[in-house]
């Protein structure tokens, strides 16, 4: 029953810290020379490094959108296609108008290159992510929360499978040489994808008792219902 903690000896005092894990400092937002966008917990956007005002909702999932299609490596999103995911209820005559005042105010906050439109189609310009960078190699500390913590489930599906994806690729080594941090992100991946049998088999090794009591409540509870 011990093994997990054999093999991880910083992890001493881990039962009690897994259910609340020691968080790091909050990472202060990295500069690229321009606009930031940061979808790796609440939405924050950055310019040189200082923290901007984010847009309401509408202006956050066009965000959203356009930054998913980047990294998926496709030339924008075309106006077609947002007048159906942002104003679905509008004609497409106020439709088209609202989404050109929004990309508007977005282009007077982050910039004119940030937003830039392509024939029928609008796509990120000069505009960074946290997202990107972490998919490009960058330090799990960019992970400040849950990956677009502020959206619903079905919004950025695709981006967000992208970054679990490679989270859980980096979960070995992350764990082998920062425990803590490694737990932190194990927390992250589990509450994303609680039912994954991997993660499952992970936490069982790292937590043995703490698991099979969380599952054995889990079975109770199901079974009062």
């Known amino acids: ?61 066009l965000l959203l959108l356009l930054l998913e299609t980047r990294v998926l490596g496709r030339e924008g999103v075309r106006v077609l296609d947002l007048l159906e995911s942002l104003y679905p209820a509008q004609d497409e005559e106020r439709a088209e108008n609202a989404l050109k005042q929004l990309v508007y105010r977005l282009r007077g906050v982050l910039g004119k290159g940030a937003v830039l439109r392509l024939r029928d189609r609008y796509a990120l310009g000069a505009l ?21 913590e502020d959206f619903a ?24 040489r920062d425990p803590t941090e490694g737990v932190r992100l194990l927390e992250l991946l589990l509450e994303a994808r609680p039912y994954d049998e991997a993660l499952l088999r992970r936490e ?16 109770l509870d199901a079974a009062q219902q």
């Open 128 to 148: 960074s992510s946290d997202a990107e960078s972490f998919l490009d190699g960058g330090p799990t500390r960019l992970w400040r929360g849950p990956a677009l």
């Open 153 to 176: 489930e079905d919004e950025g599906a695709a981006l967000r499978d992208l970054l679990h994806d490679h989270l859980a690729k980096t979960l070995s080594t992350v764990l082998e």
């Open 1 to 61: 029953m011990e093994r997990g903690y054999r093999a991880f000896p910083q992890l001493q005092t881990l039962r009690e810290l897994h259910a609340e894990v020691v968080r790091p400092h909050p990472p202060k937002p990295i500069s690229e020379g321009g606009p930031r966008l940061e979808v790796l917990g609440s939405l924050r956007l950055f310019s040189s490094g200082k923290p901007l005002t984010p847009p309401a909702e509408q202006g956050r999932r």
């Open 204 to 219: 069982l090794a790292l937590f043995p008792d703490w698991y099979l009591d969380k599952h054995r409540q889990i079975s």
